[in-house]
């Protein structure tokens, strides 16, 4: 009966098995591709970060992002220099995080004539922003975590602007207070709690304040006491606002070429990476799992004493190989000689010198006593090793023939 050619049933199922791979890879790459893109259309919908206008987290700012918009106001997110570039005396900057702007921002903002507030949420160079040398700011804490949070009322004609706050006997309240400003040269200062204020008009530069009360602002406390109020009025009072957070400095001569990239171009290397990763894996199982080498290994003599030479020549011990080659020597002839395995070296240099016919010090000066430091000096020891070799074979014969 004619059988195919085995030929035949090796090549279809290797052929089946790279168009598998090559359909799987395809598929693994797409799959990247589209989660990327995803992430980024869907990415900025809620960014869960902190004081964020696009955030509906609870310390998020979506809700007065909204009610600012309500109002009248163009609320633009800003996150490069491109955004902050839009500052004019009919604009409002809310800056988040002070300390993410660069000199060069710092000087075109206050040069712009915008209103710029500066929320305290982390650390700020006041003497930048014309508030004083002698300025700190502390952090507001109650002694216990189930009373009220710390909060500040101001009055209308001790703001700046006036129209901070409502114009009616109790003035306005806002809170939670986290944080306050201390020895601030100032010429106003509104909501004060215990030391410091947590609205504080700089003196270089009128356009600049400070805003402590950053909790005040996000979705969580916006509803509570004046805060919504308050923060209309702080940051609503011209056509448009720049919300400054997440902010990356402008760089450009400086920035590699990869922050150059468009997305979607990075998604495709990201993309591309998986998949070399994963195909690496994936034909790694061709050679199968690691098998262990059965122990004590086999190895001819010959080979094994060839690779510790090449060790000790390579690290240029050889005081450790005069040791093995006079501990070898000894050894292979000891029973011979009748030598235990703790005869002193006196024995032994009067043993192998009886057998060799070779005289004591001679034998002592080989085996034990000359000195090697250099590689002629191993080189050396070698030759008389040699030499005691043959003397010793030598001793035999006669002996035999005897």
Not at 125 to 141: A, C, I, K
Not at 297 to 305: G, Q, T
Request: glycine share 6%; charged share 15%; aromatic share 6%.
């Amino acid at each position: 009966m004619h059988q195919p050619h085995p030929t035949l049933h090796a090549s279809a199922p290797a052929g089946h098995r790279a168009r598998t791979h090559i359909i799987l890879t395809l598929v693994i790459v797409l799959l990247c591709i589209g989660a990327g893109v995803a992430n980024t259309m869907l990415g900025d919908r809620n960014d869960h970060r902190s004081y964020s206008p696009g955030s509906l987290d609870p310390h998020g700012g979506a809700a007065l992002a909204q009610l600012l918009t309500h109002n009248g106001v163009n609320v633009v997110h800003a996150q490069g220099a491109a955004d902050l570039a839009q500052a004019n005396p009919e604009s409002t900057v809310l800056v988040v995080q002070p300390a993410d702007l660069s000199d060069s921002d710092v000087s075109a903002l206050k040069r712009s004539g915008a209103t710029i507030v500066l929320l305290g949420t982390s650390f700020i160079h006041y003497e930048d922003w014309g508030f004083g040398e002698n300025v700190w700011t502390s952090q507001l804490r109650n002694q216990h975590a189930d009373t009220a949070p710390i909060r500040a009322t101001a009055r209308a004609r001790l703001c700046t602007p006036s129209d901070l706050v409502e114009h009616d006997s109790d003035g306005s309240t806002i809170g939670p207070v986290s944080q306050v400003m201390i020895g601030a040269e100032s010429s106003s200062q509104c909501f004060e709690a215990q030391d410091g204020a947590a609205w504080v008009q700089s003196r270089s530069y009128p356009q600049v304040f400070y805003f402590g009360a950053a909790d005040a602002i996000t979705n969580q406390y916006l509803a509570e006491f004046n805060n919504a109020g308050v923060a209309v009025r702080a940051l609503g009072q011209h056509p448009t606002l720049l919300w400054v957070e997440n902010y990356t400095a402008d760089f450009t001569s400086d920035s590699p070429v990869t922050a150059q990239l468009p997305t979607w171009l990075s998604l495709a290397f990201a993309a591309l990476l998986a998949s070399g990763v994963w195909l690496a894996i994936f034909q790694a199982r061709r050679f199968g799992k690691l098998v262990a080498e059965p122990l004590p290994v086999v190895v001819p003599a010959e080979e094994a004493d060839t690779g510790r030479a090449h060790l000790y020549r390579a690290h240029h011990d050889v005081h450790h190989a005069a040791r093995v080659l006079r501990s070898a020597f000894i050894n292979r002839h000891a029973q011979r000689l009748g030598l235990s395995p703790g005869a002193d070296p006196e024995t032994v240099a009067r043993a192998f010198a009886s057998a060799s016919h070779t005289e004591m010090h001679t034998v002592m000066s080989v085996l034990y006593t000359q000195p090697v430091h250099t590689n002629s000096d191993l080189a050396h020891l070698v030759s008389a090793v040699s030499t005691l070799e043959k003397e010793l074979t030598r001793g035999r014969s006669s002996t035999s023939r005897s």
